[in-house]
């Protein structure tokens, strides 16, 4: 079984509506992360989190909100989707710093289209 | 600002030649280096880089980094069509993962 699984893996939807992708792991890490990808731009680091209680921004956070439900579970929202939102969105976690290899994992993806 | 910039953006060889990729980064903080290889799917972990002037070797994929003139380059001998990929670098500060935006390396037969 994956390490890291993201649903739904391909989405469409309209503008406006309200969605939620959901992100689970098993490898036990503290650290989850939603990126989103756009040809040409690479990863866009749009929230972490360190733990159940420690959410924070990133670069790219507006029109988006998460919930870290528990540590194995982190989900992503779009409170009113935009066309320009269509992406490509990538879960991650990573170990504590120093604990492990520094590096992340990463969920299959969601490919996400508002039309 | 916390970047990583790539070159080149994209790449097309021959089966059996070697390819450079670079990858230089600005990022405060900083504490490792990684390459990872995307096919149509999320990205796998190739290396991790600490320390300047240690070469990291997987096969015909090497990766070295100079951490006084901030960059890295990822090396593939003998090209195969299955390396046709995009290859992303990022810069870990320990807390975040900073992402160039790749390069696209494409093999052809």
């Known amino acids: 079984d994956a390490d890291v699984t993201q649903t739904p893996r391909n989405r469409i939807t309209k503008t406006g509506k309200r969605i939620m992708l959901e992100c689970s792991q098993t490898?036990?890490?503290?650290?989850m992360y939603w990126y989103r990808q756009d040809p040409g731009l690479g990863l866009q680091l749009i929230y972490y989190s360190f733990d159940v209680k420690d959410i924070n921004k990133g670069e790219i956070s507006d029109g988006y909100s998460v919930s870290r439900q528990a540590q194995a579970k982190f989900s992503l929202s779009l409170e009113s989707a935009i066309p320009n939102q269509t992406a490509l969105y990538f879960c991650?976690?990573?170990?504590?710093?120093?604990?492990?290899?520094?590096?992340?994992?990463f969920g299959p993806g969601t490919r996400l289209t508002v039309l | 600002e916390d970047k990583v910039v790539q070159s080149p953006l994209s790449l097309v060889v021959h089966e059996g030649d070697t390819v450079t990729l670079n990858c230089s980064y600005e990022v405060t903080n900083f504490r490792s280096l990684l390459w990872y290889k995307q096919e149509k799917k999320a990205p796998t972990f190739l290396f991790m880089l600490?320390?300047?002037?240690i070469e990291k070797k997987s096969g015909r994929l090497s990766s070295i980094l100079d951490k006084k003139e901030l960059f890295s380059i990822l090396n593939i001998t003998a090209t195969q069509t299955g390396d046709s990929a995009v290859y992303l670098c990022?810069?870990?500060?320990?807390?975040?993962?900073?992402f160039g935006t790749g390069t696209s390396l494409t093999v052809i037969p």
């Open positions: 991650a976690t990573s170990d504590l710093p120093g604990t492990g290899l520094d590096t992340q994992y």
């Open positions: 990022a810069g870990n500060t320990g807390n975040q993962f900073y």
């Open positions: 600490t320390s300047s002037g």
């Open positions: 490898k036990g890490h503290d650290r």
